[in-house]
């Protein structure tokens, strides 16, 4: 996993939740979630949740999934406190373990995992091809990787109004194309590899968020901003409806099986 020194404290955590549901910092909450997981049986199944972030999803695995252990991975020690108090208020904190990790390759033993799920964070994680090479390692043959990501949809550079979206932003991502993520998938070994393309979906997402932003709510999302910068959030999310109305910035479903 990727450096990343507190990119999400403890203001920015109840912002995002408040945005998107708690425990959730990544759109579409439970929703979307479960359409990552369209078609996978998870009763019983050994799952990591690689960027855990809150915990909202890594309880959910446990608690509406059936999954009979989740280990949650996060690199800070902000949303690693809120993800184990989130497990142990929806009461699966026997089954649910959250690892406070350092970048690089994941403590997990080889061929653990029944699930590898990662939901919008690996966009941190710079190296692509080391990294399906390692969520292929912890895999069980059979096991499948499930994710989504926020991806950049062509190679090379982004234009000048993505850079400035990715600038504002100011999280450190590491966005790579669809042509990178098959290859990285295709070369650690992966089968069945399959990406969806969900640009249509936030696209329309991100605009009622920035309507929400801007609406009667607005007083409450400024309250739970560190220093009260609504504009600044309104600021980057102009820029990223711009890029999502080009198609640059394109979130997709990842998932591949090992075998």
């Given at each position: 996993?990727?450096?990343?020194?507190?990119?999400?404290?403890?203001?920015?955590?109840?912002?995002?939740?408040?945005?998107?549901?708690?425990?959730?910092?990544?759109?579409?909450?439970?929703?979307?979630?479960?359409?990552?997981?369209d078609g996978l049986d998870l009763t019983g199944a050994t799952v990591v949740d690689i960027?855990?972030?809150?915990?909202?999803?890594?309880?959910?695995?446990?608690?509406?999934?059936?999954?009979?252990?989740?280990?949650?991975?996060?690199?800070?020690?902000?949303?690693?406190?809120?993800?184990?108090?989130?497990?142990?208020?929806?009461?699966?904190?026997?089954?649910?373990?959250?690892?406070?990790?350092?970048?690089?390759?994941?403590?997990?033993?080889?061929?653990?995992?029944?699930?590898?799920?990662?939901?919008?964070?690996?966009?941190?994680?710079?190296?692509?091809?080391?990294?399906?090479?390692?969520?292929?390692?912890?895999?069980?043959?059979?096991?499948?990787?499930?994710?989504?990501?926020?991806?950049?949809?062509?190679?090379?550079?982004?234009?000048?109004?993505?850079?400035?979206?990715?600038?504002?932003?100011?999280?450190?991502?590491?966005?790579?194309?669809?042509?990178?993520?098959?290859?990285?998938?295709?070369?650690?070994?992966?089968?069945?590899?399959?990406?969806?393309?969900?640009?249509?979906?936030?696209?329309?997402?991100?605009?009622?968020?920035?309507?929400?932003?801007?609406?009667?709510?607005?007083?409450?999302?400024?309250a739970l901003l560190p220093d009260g910068d609504l504009e600044g959030q309104l600021t980057t999310w102009r820029a990223m409806i711009g890029v999502l109305e080009s198609g640059e910035?394109?979130?997709?479903?990842?998932?591949?099986?090992?075998?």
């Amino acid at each position: 996993m990727s450096e990343n020194s507190e990119l999400y404290d403890g203001g920015h955590v109840a912002f995002l939740e408040k945005l998107w549901g708690v425990g959730y910092l990544s759109p579409g909450g439970a929703e979307e979630v479960a359409r990552v997981l369209d078609g996978l049986d998870l009763t019983g199944a050994t799952v990591v949740d690689i960027g855990c972030g809150a915990g909202g999803i890594t309880a959910a695995l446990a608690r509406d999934y059936g999954a009979a252990r989740v280990i949650g991975l996060d690199v800070e020690d902000t949303v690693v406190a809120t993800a184990r108090a989130r497990a142990e208020a929806e009461g699966v904190a026997d089954r649910v373990e959250i690892r406070r990790v350092s970048p690089g390759p994941m403590p997990v033993e080889d061929g653990s995992v029944d699930v590898m799920f990662s939901k919008d964070s690996i966009v941190h994680i710079a190296d692509k091809h080391a990294l399906a090479r390692d969520v292929f390692r912890a895999l069980r043959s059979g096991g499948w990787f499930a994710a989504s990501d926020w991806l950049i949809g062509h190679e090379g550079p982004p234009s000048p109004e993505m850079a400035a979206y990715i600038a504002a932003e100011d999280l450190d991502f590491q966005m790579a194309a669809p042509t990178q993520y098959r290859d990285a998938l295709v070369q650690a070994g992966f089968v069945d590899v399959a990406l969806v393309n969900r640009n249509p979906w936030y696209r329309e997402q991100a605009k009622a968020e920035f309507e929400r932003l801007q609406g009667p709510e607005r007083p409450e999302f400024e309250a739970l901003l560190p220093d009260g910068d609504l504009e600044g959030q309104l600021t980057t999310w102009r820029a990223m409806i711009g890029v999502l109305e080009s198609g640059e910035h394109c979130p997709h479903h990842l998932r591949g099986r090992k075998p």
